[in-house]
């Protein structure tokens, strides 16, 4: 049996199929007697759930037996990298999440730390924008906890995630996964850095030991496996300038829908 | 009478149709009538083109998840409603395009899962290439496409629905009159397609009931769901209308109703482009660009 090709693996392959493949779409859509049109659809989109979310509504929250008796990991696996490797072996007790860039105190938190933090759980819906959807259980800290002890400053706009999966390798650095919300998104009450899945500690396959969850968009707006987040005042000077991995290859910066 | 009223078309104003119980004056020679207003053209034809951009870029989302479900959640290995895969066939090594529908298995290799490029080669993919938006695999501009085209479906829509009130057009044209749903009236008109009888003289000023129905099914029915089905798909406007979830049975419904709906839209609208062939393609074509439509009289 052989599946469908999908975009994951067409990238991840690194194969010169795949490289022509996306090239091809790149040209089209960086093709400027179009983009302006598409630009016109993600303005809208953008703009007109901002004005619909204006009192911050919360997403539905579902009970535990909606939850799905799977739940799909998507983009990443388990990273590689020797330090990696030891994170898991050492059951992240080594680990430190760094908050730096525009706030006045640059922290660096152990996992322990993180979840003395005040804690939340909610059972949400996962949706990925291929088209599937998975519901699961996640237990962490709301964003804004974070952001409130590392007291932002006035000109951070964006909080930028890094993380410790790389997903095509470059010398530069830039084939890390990353992924950016704005401060909108980042005070959402539901926007939290999870540790927990289901119950249990935040399996690696779905971004041990802590990944973003931002209820209002979809998946790949969920960073996994975070080790820093940077509060900055633009995107453009990060890898490619769009705000993400997929970004920085054409998908949409706002994916709300 | 006939004569007074062209010059009150040509003014600007429509036709008010006679009940049909009232004794018409018999057509005796061809003669024009203005039949669809600008609004009506320009909004019909932007609809037209922006719904088959956007069924084009819908089968390319759906290639990335060629599985419909039933519920909130749906992923591969949950039972599926209907399902587009690739397969390789054990014994020739070649791809073989399974559709599943309801547990039953259909080999659709050509059409449905799997295709043939130009030089002949095998393509895996639930809907071929050549009929996607774009034709290449790309996530990220077909999602583009779509919602930017669903902006111009929406606003074109708004304004058409806002001109449809405003106007009386709703109420004029395509709103069914008590002595058309009477079910006797319903059979003869039934009867009168069976037979593909084109109205001629004051029947063809007017749209027949079952012309009637199906485009106030179309318009008030499965234009609306498709937009709600395809909200409900949307986490940030689930986030501010949850009970959409309610509404069609789930996220993963929402999807499978939002597919099915396509559908009845590309039958309507094959069941429409034959129904304009078969009534006079010229005499249509022209009614939807100029306005202007001959009345063929009666015999």
């Keep these: ?88 072996r050492s059951n992240f007790a080594d680990f430190r999440l760094a908050v730096d860039g525009m706030v006045k105190k640059p922290l660096s938190l152990t996992l322990d730390e993180i979840k003395a933090l005040p804690s939340r759980t909610q059972i949400t819906m996962h949706n990925c924008d291929e ?35 790389q997903m095509v390798r470059a010398p530069d650095n830039s084939g890390f996964y990353y992924e950016s919300i704005d401060l909108f998104d980042a005070m959402h009450p539901q926007t939290i850095l999870a540790y927990g899945m289901n119950g249990k500690a935040l399996p690696v396959a779905h ?51 | 009478m006939a004569l007074n009223e062209q010059s009150a078309l040509a003014a600007g104003a429509s036709p008010v149709a006679p009940p049909p119980d009232a004794v018409a004056p018999v057509v005796r020679k061809r003669e024009f009538m203005y039949r669809h207003t600008v609004a009506v053209r320009l909004t019909h ?36 409603v209907l399902s587009i895969t690739a397969l390789e066939d054990i014994e020739t090594d070649e791809p073989v395009g399974v559709t599943t529908i309801a547990g039953h298995n259909f080999i659709t290799t050509g059409v449905l899962g ?46 058409y629905l806002l001109y449809g009130l405003l106007a009386g057009h709703f109420r004029r044209d395509l709103l069914p009159t008590g002595g058309e749903l009477r079910p006797r009236h319903i059979l003869a008109d039934i009867w009168n397609h069976i037979r593909l009888r084109r109205p001629r003289g004051e029947a063809a000023r007017r749209y027949n009931v079952l012309q009637k129905l199906a485009y106030v099914a179309v318009i008030f029915v499965l234009l609306p769901v498709m937009v709600l089905t395809g909200l409900t798909m949307s986490p940030a406007f689930t986030a501010a209308m949850p009970f959409l979830f309610d509404v069609f049975g789930g996220r993963q419904s929402a999807r499978t109703i939002h597919f099915l709906a396509a559908n009845l839209l590309v039958l309507f609208v094959l069941v429409h482009v034959i129904q304009v062939i078969l009534t006079g393609v010229f005499n249509n074509m022209r009614s939807m660009i100029t306005g202007r439509y001959a009345i063929r009289p009666e015999d």
């Design chain 1, 1 to 88: 049996m052989k599946p469908l090709i999908s975009r994951r693996a067409l990238i991840t392959s690194g194969s010169a199929a795949g490289a022509s493949l996306l090239a091809g779409c790149d040209q089209i859509s960086n093709s400027p007697s179009l983009r302006w049109f598409l630009d016109f659809g993600q303005f809208m989109s953008l703009h007109a759930q901002r004005l619909l979310l204006a009192r911050q509504p919360l997403v539905r929250e579902f009970t535990e037996a909606d939850i799905s008796p799977e739940f799909p990991p998507n983009g990443t696996e388990r990273p590689n990298g020797a330090a990696y490797f030891q994170h898991m």
């Design chain 1, 131 to 165: 088209g599937w959807s998975a519901i699961g259980q996640w237990t962490g800290v709301a964003l804004i906890h974070i952001l409130q002890a590392a007291e932002l400053l006035p000109e951070a706009r964006y909080i930028v995630f890094r993380c410790m999966d």
């Design chain 2, 114 to 159: 799997v295709a043939y490029d130009e030089q002949g080669e095998p393509v895996s993919g639930a809907f071929p290439n050549w009929i996607t938006l774009p034709g290449v695999p790309g996530l990220a501009l077909a999602r583009d496409w779509h919602f930017a085209l669903a902006w111009v479906f929406a606003i074109n829509g708004f304004v």
């Design chain 2, 45 to 80: 034809w932007i609809n037209a083109l922006v719904l088959v951009l956007l069924l084009m870029s819908g089968l390319r989302l759906f290639n990335y998840y060629p599985a419909l479900h039933w519920g909130n959640y749906g992923y591969r290995g949950v039972p599926s």
């Design chain 1, 207 to 257: 971004g041990a030991p802590l990944r973003l969850r931002v209820e209002r968009q979809v998946g790949y707006k969920h960073a996994k496996f975070i080790n820093r987040i940077e509060a900055v005042d633009r995107l453009s000077h990060i890898a490619g300038g769009k705000g993400g991995f997929w970004e920085d290859r054409g998908y949409q910066w706002y994916a709300g829908l």
